[in-house]
């Protein structure tokens, strides 16, 4: 059947008890994903990888991690999934991540 397929991409984000990270994370998963004009969300839909895209971040778990997960897609179009959530938005997340650190402890 057309659109049927969910997509699912888990990471390890954080270590429990570094809240300042698990803090950072959480803001960068609402600015990346969340919103209608989020940069990973508009990659995946400009992809055409889907027709809805959503995240969601555990933090209150002993590893907090972050899944991205996509519906209404095509079972082909799993091989374009990760690399299109994973390389260059995720390496700017972190990046960001670093960044939001600085300034909350500055």
Known sequence: KEGKTFLSCNLV?????????IE???????ALFKTPAA???QALIKAGIGKGVDAHFEKSVLQPYLTVSVTGA?????????P????????RSCCRTFRLRYLLRN
Do not use: W
Request: aromatic residues 2%; negative net charge; hydrophobic residues 40%.
């Open 84 to 91: 299109a959530v994973l390389p260059e938005e995720v390496n």
């Open 74 to 82: 095509e079972a082909e179009q799993a091989e374009r999934y990760k």
């Open 39 to 41: 940069p990973v969300r």
């Open 13 to 21: 984000m954080a270590e429990a008890g570094d809240s300042e990270t």
């Open 24 to 30: 950072a994370l959480n803001i960068l998963v609402e």
